[in-house]
């Protein structure tokens, strides 16, 4: 394949005018096809893969997405790290609409998702007690302040099975837990991309409170999708500091998550 990419983001398709000198590829993989066509450029001086999550048309609930499919693909495209912008509710009545989260940590509440890469030949156990890359975090949090976006540095993103969201009872929980934010595609995005070696950071936009913080009607997908597109364009300047502050020869330990595992199969 001659066409490559160092840098993969998966996310919203308001984030397509990011890439210049964009070409669109069909990628094939062992898992079916990616979300959708994925859409190869620059941003300044680096090379991006861009995967629409839920398809151009949004024809894929999450817990219809294929994320072996998506994160295969840009990996077999060359990318080694990965930005997955996403909208979340906020269990935290501090850190209302608007507010930015770079979790670092991660709870899974889903149910019945493919999950690894590893369920044939022999099992792999790959190491996930700090689900995100270290790096990726640290370069995301300083774009965003530098853009002067309130950013929550850490915290616990709690990834429900959908695609309904959340009782009160079950948001009250997830807060007294501790948890931070709470979402339906970080996972299992995120342990697709350790499996397979990958830097991940995940940007999490807060778009509303869930069900349990305030009274009211509690969030709908309305509230959801007109928040994350009034906030596009903020969303698009932060992947694009990101990506150009990404260091093109990561320190991280993610690159090396498989060295020693013996895999049942050659990474793409
Ligand atoms: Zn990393």
Known sequence: MLTRADIGVIGGSGLYSLLDDAEEIQVPTPYGPPSDIVTVGRIGSRSVAFIPRHGRDHRFPPHRIPYRANLWALRSLGVRQVLAPSAVGSLRAK?????????????????????????????????????????????????????????????????????RFSTRAESRW??????????????????????????????????????????????????????FAQNVTRMRTLVADTVEALPTEPTCPCGSTLDGLDLPFELP
């Not at 700090?130 to 300083?142: H, K, L, M, N």
Request: glycine share 14%; proline share 5%; aromatic share 8%.
């Open 95 to 163: 850190h209302g609409p608007g507010t930015l989260v770079i979790p670092d940590q991660l709870i899974d509440r889903t149910s019945g998702r493919a999950q690894t890469y590893y369920d044939a030949g022999h099992a792999v156990h790959v190491s996930f007690a700090d689900p995100y890359c270290p790096s990726g975090r640290a370069v995301a949090i300083e774009a965003a302040r530098s853009g002067g976006w309130e950013t929550v540095d850490g915290g616990t993103l709690v990834v429900i099975e959908g695609p």
């Open 174 to 227: 997830f807060a007294s837990n501790g948890w931070t934010i709470v979402g339906m595609t970080g996972f299992p995005e995120s342990v697709l991309a350790r499996e397979l070696a990958l830097c991940y950071t995940s940007l999490s936009l807060v778009t509303d409170h869930d069900a349990g913080v305030e009274a009211g009607e509690g969030v709908t997908h309305e509230e959801v999708m007109k928040f």
